[in-house]
C-alpha cells in the first residue's frame, strides 16, 4: 500500500514545492519532498506537470449527479459523494433542508448505512442539519411548512437519535436558540447561524454562546436595517466584525465579484470556507429539477449555471461544483491559487475540526489528493491513498 506522486507542482497550501513528491503509505502521507525521490515497491502516479493539492473539502452541499441527500435512499448518498469526487472533493459535510421530523431521522439513518459503504465517493464527515429553526422572512428556498422555533423536545430528540450531526444551522434571534446554541456546544456541534434577520447584539449574544460561523454569507440573511431613525448593524455586518467564520457560495452567481472581494479583504483566506451548496443538479444538464426531496421537494429551474424559484425571484441553491469554486475566486476576486485552495482545505477542515488529519499535504495526515491543471479541471482525485476518480 505504497504510492508515490511525482512530477507535479504541490500545493501544501501553505506554499508551493516545484517538481515535488508526495509519497504515502497505508492511506497516510509519509512525507512531501522536493525532486522525484526514491520510494521502493511503490505505485508511481506520474502527475504530468499538473497541480498536487490537498483534497477540496465541502462544508455544504445538498446533492448532485441528479440526486439529493433527502431522496431517502442510500444510493443517493453515494452516487452525490462520486459525483463531487469527479470535480475533486474528497471530504464534505451531507446537508438536510428544512423538513418534517420523520424525514430527518429516516436521512440520519440512511447516513449511518451510506457511510460505511461509501467506497467510491468523497468522504463523509457528519451531517448538516440546515433548519427548521429558521426565520420565516428569510426562508430563501426553504420550505415555509416546516419553519419553526426551536423546540427542546425536539431537538434533543434528534441529537439523541443520531450521534453523527457535527453541523447546524440556525436563526439565532428565535426565541430559545441561545439554550440550542450552547446544547450543540456542548455536544461539539458546530452551530452556524443562518437565515436569519438577527442585529449586531443578537448575534453577538449567540456568539458568545456557541455560534461560531455565518451559513451563507450574505444569502438569506439581514444586512444593516433601520428602526425609525436608528440604524442597526445585521447579521454580515456581525460576521465582519465578529471573530467568526463565514462560509461562501463561491459559485460566481450568488456573490457578485466586488462582494467575493470585500468578504475577502475583510476575513481572509483563514476564516472564509468556500461550500457549493450544490442541489441535485450539479454535474447534470440545466433544465427542470426538484430542490429537496423527490417526495416533497420544490419545483426549479437550472438556467444561467445557477437553481431558481419558478418565478425566478430566488435562487434556489447552486449547481457548483468544488473546482468551480476555486476558479470563481481566482478570476472574478483575484485571488491567487495559493488562497483559494487554502479556503477550500485548511480552512474548511480547521472549521470542522479535522485539520489533525485533513486539509493539508504534510506528514502525518490523510492521504487526500487532487490533481488539476492551470484552469482547476480536476485529472485524479485520491482519498486516504486510493483513486476514486481517474480521468482517462
Ligand atoms: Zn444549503
Redesign the pocket.
Known amino acids: 500500500m505504497r504510492l508515490k506522486i511525482t512530477n507535479g507542482t504541490i500545493i501544501t497550501p501553505f506554499r508551493y514545492i516545484r517538481n515535488g513528491t508526495v509519497v504515502i503509505e497505508n492511506g497516510v502521507i509519509l512525507g512531501v519532498h522536493e525532486g522525484n525521490i526514491d520510494f521502493a515497491d511503490a505505485t508511481v502516479i506520474n502527475a504530468g506537470g499538473n497541480y498536487i493539492a490537498p483534497g477540496f473539502i465541502d462544508l455544504?452541499i445538498?446533492g448532485g449527479g441528479g440526486h439529493d441527500f433527502m431522496d431517502g435512499s442510500e444510493e443517493a448518498f453515494l452516487k452525490i459523494a462520486e459525483t463531487h469526487a469527479r470535480y475533486g472533493t474528497t471530504a464534505m459535510v451531507p446537508?438536510t433542508l428544512t423538513s418534517e421530523k420523520e424525514d430527518l431521522l429516516e436521512t440520519l439513518d440512511l447516513y449511518e448505512k451510506a457511510n460505511a459503504n461509501n467506497h467510491k465517493g468523497a468522504q463523509f464527515l457528519g451531517m448538516h442539519l440546515?433548519g427548521p429553526y429558521f426565520a420565516l422572512s428569510q426562508r430563501g428556498a426553504q420550505d415555509p411548512r416546516y419553519i419553526r422555533n426551536p423546540d427542546p423536545k425536539e431537538y434533543e430528540e434528534v441529537l439523541a437519535y443520531s450521534s453523527s450531526i457535527t453541523r447546524w444551522s440556525a436563526a439565532p434571534e428565535l426565541p430559545g436558540a441561545i439554550a440550542f446554541g450552547k446544547r450543540l456546544r456542548e455536544k461539539g456541534i458546530l452551530a452556524a447561524v443562518a437565515h436569519t434577520d438577527a442585529i449586531y447584539e443578537e448575534v453577538l449574544d449567540a456568539y458568545e454562546n456557541g455560534y461560531t460561523l455565518a451559513t451563507?454569507l450574505y444569502s438569506a440573511m439581514s444586512g444593516v436595517t433601520r428602526k425609525n431613525a436608528f440604524r442597526y448593524a445585521g447579521t454580515i455586518e456581525s460576521a465582519f466584525l465578529l471573530d467568526m467564520d463565514v462560509e461562501i457560495i463561491a459559485d460566481g452567481v450568488h456573490l457578485p465579484a466586488p462582494l467575493l472581494k470585500l468578504i475577502y479583504k475583510i476575513k481572509g483566506a483563514d476564516r472564509i470556507a468556500l461550500i457549493t451548496?450544490a442541489m441535485r443538479g450539479a454535474g447534470m444538464p440545466e433544465g427542470e429539477s426538484t430542490l429537496g426531496s423527490l417526495k416533497n421537494g420544490l419545483k426549479v429551474i437550472i438556467e444561467d449555471g445557477v437553481a431558481k424559484l419558478p418565478d425566478r425571484t430566488s435562487f434556489a441553491?447552486s449547481v457548483s461544483t468544488a473546482d468551480r469554486l476555486v476558479r470563481t475566486m481566482i478570476k472574478m476576486a483575484d485571488v491567487s491559487l495559493l488562497d483559494a485552495i487554502r479556503m477550500i482545505t485548511l480552512t474548511p477542515a480547521r472549521i470542522m475540526g479535522v485539520d489533525k488529519t485533513k486539509g493539508s499535504l504534510v506528514a502525518g495526515k490523510d492521504a487526500d489528493i487532487v490533481i488539476f491543471d492551470e484552469d482547476i479541471r480536476v485529472k485524479k482525485t485520491i482519498v486516504k491513498g486510493r483513486i476514486i476518480f481517474n480521468q482517462e
Open positions: 455544504h445538498h446537508t440546515e451563507h451548496d441553491g
